[in-house]
C-alpha cells in the first residue's frame, strides 16, 4: 500500500518542479487597469493600480502608465516603469473613458478574453472624462481599486445597476444578438458616484440611461433588484419612496411578423417613506397603481430608445427565439428596429414599513 503513495509523491514532486511560480512578493499585482485615447494621436494610453501594503497604515497605490497602438503592448510598456514583474491575474476592474468607448473597445475586449489569468467576472466600467483621471484619487482607506469595484458590486447586487462584467459583454458582444451596457462613473467633490448606465452597439458607446431610470432598467435586464423608487400619487400629490423587495419580468411573443413582444412585469415592494398622514388601504391601492402606471411608462420609453439606437440591452430577441421556433434571430441582428411591445405591470406593496 505505501508502495503506490511514495510513486504519487514523486510524480507531484516532480510535475510541480515544471510550475513556473511567482512569490507574491516579488510581483507587482495589477488590481484596476485604466484605458484612455491620446489625444490628438492614434495612441492609447493605460494606467493600472497596485497596492502597496504598509503595516498600520492605508493601503498606497502605485500608479504606473505606459502608451502604446495597441493595447496590449500598453502593459510591456508599463513594464519599463516597473521596479518588480507585473502580473494582472488579480485584476477586479478595467476602466475606459467615455471618448474611447464612443470609438470602441473591440482592441480591449481581445486581449482581455485571451489572458487566461483573467478571471470571467472582472467588472468593467467607462467613465466621464479620461480614466487616469479619477485613478489618480486616493478614494477609501482599503485603496482606489477597492473603492471603485466595492462602489460598483454594492449598486449592482443591492440598487439599481444591471449586472455588468467581461463574461456578460463579451457574451452580448460575440452573439450580435443582444447589446451590451456598462455603468458610468464620475468624479464628485471628492469622490466617484455612479452616473447612469453606458449602451453599446456592438463594441461602440452609442447611448445612455440616466440613474432616474435604472430601477426600470434593471427589472427589465435582472428581473429582481433591492433598489428605491420615488413617485407621486396624482390624486393626493404626495411623495412615496418604494423599496422593491421582489420583481420579475416574462417575456413572450404574441406577433412574430413582424414582431409584437408581451413584457410581465411584478414586483412586490415595500415603503419606506411616505409624506402623508396615515396609510389607509385606499392609499396603498393608489401608491400601487401609480407605481403599476411610471414602471409602464418608463419600460415603453426605455424600448423606444433601444429602437431608435437599434439595440437590444435586454435580450429581447435571444428570449423570443428560446420559445417561438419561427422567430427569424438572423434577421434580428440585422434590424433591431421593427417591433413592438405590450408592457404590463403589477404591483403589489406587501409592506409598510422599513425592510433594511
Not at 510550475?19 to 494606467?47: C, H, M, P, R, S
Request: charged letters at 30%; a neutral charge; one cysteine or more.
Amino acid at each position: 500500500m505505501k508502495y503506490p503513495i511514495i510513486i504519487c509523491c514523486l510524480i507531484f514532486c516532480a510535475l510541480s518542479g515544471c510550475i513556473e511560480q511567482e512569490i507574491i512578493d516579488d510581483i507587482n499585482l495589477v488590481t484596476t487597469a485604466g484605458f484612455d485615447k491620446k489625444e490628438g494621436e492614434d495612441k492609447y494610453t493605460g494606467t493600472v493600480l497596485i497596492p502597496q501594503f504598509l503595516k498600520d497604515q492605508p493601503v498606497q497605490e502605485e500608479r504606473l502608465t505606459g502608451e502604446s497602438l495597441l493595447s496590449r503592448e500598453i502593459l510591456s510598456e508599463i513594464q519599463k516603469e516597473s521596479s518588480r514583474p507585473i502580473a494582472i491575474g488579480k485584476i477586479k476592474l478595467v476602466l475606459f473613458s467615455e471618448e474611447l468607448a464612443r470609438q470602441g473597445v473591440e482592441n480591449f475586449m481581445d486581449p482581455l478574453q485571451r489572458d487566461e489569468s483573467i478571471g470571467s467576472r472582472v467588472l468593467l466600467a467607462v467613465t466621464r472624462g479620461d480614466t487616469a483621471d479619477i485613478m489618480s484619487e486616493q478614494l477609501g482607506l482599503k485603496g482606489t481599486s477597492t473603492y471603485l469595484t466595492s462602489l460598483i458590486l454594492h449598486n449592482k447586487e443591492r440598487r439599481d445597476v444591471p449586472i455588468a462584467n467581461l463574461h456578460l459583454f463579451l457574451d452580448n458582444y460575440k452573439s450580435a444578438w443582444s447589446d451590451s451596457y456598462l455603468p458610468f462613473l464620475k468624479k464628485k467633490d471628492e469622490g466617484v458616484i455612479i452616473d447612469g448606465l453606458a449602451l453599446f452597439k456592438g463594441d461602440k458607446l452609442v447611448g445612455e440611461i440616466p440613474n432616474e431610470k435604472l430601477f426600470s432598467m434593471k427589472i427589465l435586464t435582472d428581473g429582481h433588484t433591492r433598489g428605491n423608487y420615488m413617485l407621486r400619487i396624482p390624486e393626493t400629490g404626495e411623495l412615496v419612496s418604494v423599496n422593491n423587495i421582489y420583481s420579475s419580468r416574462k417575456i413572450r411573443a404574441k406577433q412574430l411578423n413582424p414582431l409584437k413582444a408581451s413584457i410581465d412585469i411584478k414586483i412586490k415592494g415595500a415603503i419606506q417613506q411616505y409624506t402623508g398622514k396615515d396609510l389607509t388601504k385606499e392609499d396603498i391601492y393608489k401608491i400601487e397603481k401609480a407605481l403599476e402606471k411610471d414602471i409602464k411608462k418608463e419600460a415603453i420609453a426605455l424600448f423606444e430608445k433601444f429602437r431608435e439606437l437599434n439595440i437590444d440591452p435586454v435580450r429581447l430577441g435571444r428570449e423570443i427565439k428560446a420559445y417561438s421556433r419561427g422567430f427569424n434571430l438572423n434577421e434580428w441582428k440585422q434590424e433591431k428596429k421593427d417591433y413592438s411591445v405590450i408592457v404590463n405591470v403589477d404591483a403589489v406593496i406587501s409592506e409598510t414599513g422599513v425592510t433594511e
